[in-house]
């Protein structure tokens, strides 16, 4: 069995996360993340104050590289996904970029501008 992450890599996480969403998800007001195990569930909070579950990261050793499952709704569960970069893991961010991008109406996720219009 995978080891809990430790306090230093959830600080870590919390922090690239939180950047990444005030850089480029405005429409995000807030990021949640809860654990277990080697498991990051992440959500979104708007500011309706809806709750949107987007992804799950688990933790293989790296604070750099993560494996990703997207949540899908239609079985409110996550499933192991690829990342748009064609590969099972990636960074925090890449995974916060095609979840939110899925969820946000912004599929392409974006590149170099915040999004304006969702």
């Not at 708007?46 to 579950?53: E, G, R, V």
């Not at 790296?62 to 949540?71: E, G, I, P, R």
């Not at 095609?98 to 590149?111: I, Q, V």
Request: net charge neutral; hydrophobic share 35%; charged share 20%.
């Amino acid at each position: 069995m995978a080891a809990a992450i430790t306090d230093n890599t959830k600080h870590a996480l919390r922090h690239r996360l939180d950047t990444r969403r005030r850089d480029r998800w405005p429409a995000l007001t807030k990021i949640t993340i809860r654990y277990r195990g080697p498991f990051a569930y992440i959500a979104g909070i708007t500011s309706d104050d809806d709750t949107l579950p987007l992804f799950r990261l688990r933790h293989v050793g790296s604070q750099n590289q993560w494996a990703f499952a997207l949540y899908l709704a239609s079985k409110d569960g996550y499933e192991n996904s690829l990342l748009p970069t064609g590969h099972p893991t990636g960074t925090p961010e890449e995974a916060l970029d095609c979840a939110a991008g899925l969820y946000l109406n912004h599929p392409t996720g974006p590149t170099t501008d915040t999004p304006t219009n969702f």
